[in-house]
């Protein structure tokens, strides 16, 4: 029987792949500013705010502002998945959209730039001229779930409303939709929180259960892939403070809340697949997808770790 890879066979699987992908294998990525880049590294520019002046007199000189510049940098890295079908007949099944080769390869790529949109959102940015001034996430930029007394607590209302209040003190425009991204575990949590108040009670319950993604003004967005904190870092029990206080951190569920305008996915080369035969390994099929992808932090007024306990 002929094991030869036809055209349509490559076409098929490589816009099956770019579908599935683009359909859902990423989570986070449509709630990023989506950006596209030629080399290695992109710069975003950024302009600050300014203040205007009044006026001294009839025929005054004209006042100049001195507007503040800077700029974030954004590198690719390239992301592959291949596997090997032994059996040549087998290659017939790749041309189904639901294909378990695509499928396999779709969850690989989103979850790869759900790591790289988490990664920007809670790590070093890099900016200057060059791009090598590092911009670390400010503590000013986080709080910690606490009871309001003397212990850390999952994720509550206590501190969607403390995370709201620093995105709207730094003039987040409230036309803006924002997001939070949490565990199953924390959203779940919530409803111990809000058992109390029946209205609260009956929004959070219809979120765990996934009738609704929305509550306080936060669309939630369910990931797995967030990551714990690593190391002491203290906060004080009283309102989630990070910096200073008697609480740590340490180990702590690093959930984040954000402006989609605040988090930049720039993607070099978008999601491909190719299909060939590797005479390396007894002619047999292999299934291939690749991407080249990068992300930054935009601006840290716009995104707020939320520590909790996991």
Known sequence: M???ITTAFVKQYSDNVFH???????RLRQYTRNETQNGDSKFFE???????????????D???MNTPHSRRMVTLADYEWADLIDDADKIRMLIDPTSEYALAARNAMG?????VIIAAALGNAFGGVGGTSVIAHPNSQKLASTNGTDAGASLNVSALRNARQILMANEVDPDEELYIAADARQIKNMLTE???TSSDYNSVKALVEGKVDTFMGFKFVHSERLNVQSGALSFAYADGTVGSGSGDADTYRRCFAWAKSGLVLSTGTEIMGKISERDDKSYSTQVYAAMGIGATRLEE?????ILCVA
């Not at 950024?46 to 005054?60: L, N, V």
């Not at 979850?111 to 790591?115: A, K, P, T, Y």
């Not at 007024?301 to 770790?305: A, M, N, P, R, S």
């Open 111 to 115: 979850r790869s730039m759900d790591d």
């Open 2 to 4: 002929s094991t030869q």
């Open 194 to 196: 809000v058992e109390v």
């Open 62 to 64: 004209t006042p100049l």
């Open 46 to 60: 950024r302009i600050g705010s300014t203040a205007a002046q009044i006026k001294s007199g009839r025929h005054s």
């Open 301 to 305: 007024e716009k995104i707020v770790e």
């Open 20 to 26: 599935l992908v683009q359909q859902s294998g990423s």
